[in-house]
C-alpha cells in the first residue's frame, strides 16, 4: 500500500508563492514517477509537473517558468515550488506516484490553493 499525505496549500494574492509538499510511505521505489495534478471546480484534473525518477521533469505550458517540482528519493518526498502565482493556478492541488511496474496510480487527498486577485 502506498499513501500520499499533501501540506502547504492555502490563500496567496496574485504575485505570491507556495510550496506543496507531499509525503509517500509504503512501497515506493525511486523509479517511480511522482507529480502534481490540479482540478478547478467545473473542469478536469490536469497535469502541473512530473518528475521521474532519474529527475526528468515535464511541467504544464501553463506553469513552465513559475513552478518548479523537485523530489527527495531518500525521504520519498515531491515538492512544487510555485512562484507569481495567478488567480488562474486556483484549484485542489492533487499528488501522484505512478507505478511504472503495474501501471497503477496512486493519489494524495489533495490540498485547496486559492489565488486571490
Known amino acids: 500500500q502506498v499513501q500520499l499525505v499533501e501540506s502547504g496549500g492555502g490563500l496567496v494574492q496574485a504575485g505570491g508563492s507556495l510550496r506543496l509538499s507531499c509525503a509517500a510511505s509504503g512501497s515506493i521505489f525511486s523509479i517511480f514517477d511522482m507529480g502534481w495534478y490540479r482540478q478547478a471546480p467545473g473542469k478536469q484534473r490536469e497535469l502541473v509537473a512530473a518528475?521521474?525518477?532519474?529527475?526528468?521533469?515535464n511541467y504544464a505550458d501553463s506553469v513552465k517558468g513559475r513552478f518548479t517540482i523537485s523530489r527527495d528519493i531518500a525521504k520519498n518526498t515531491v515538492d512544487l515550488q510555485m512562484n507569481n502565482l495567478k488567480p488562474e493556478d486556483t484549484a485542489v492541488y492533487y499528488c501522484?506516484?505512478?507505478?511504472?511496474?503495474?501501471?497503477?496510480?496512486?493519489w494524495g487527498q489533495g490540498t485547496q490553493v486559492t489565488v486571490s486577485s
Open positions: 501522484s506516484v505512478h507505478n511504472v511496474f503495474s501501471g497503477y496510480d496512486y
Open positions: 518528475i521521474t525518477g532519474g529527475g526528468r521533469t
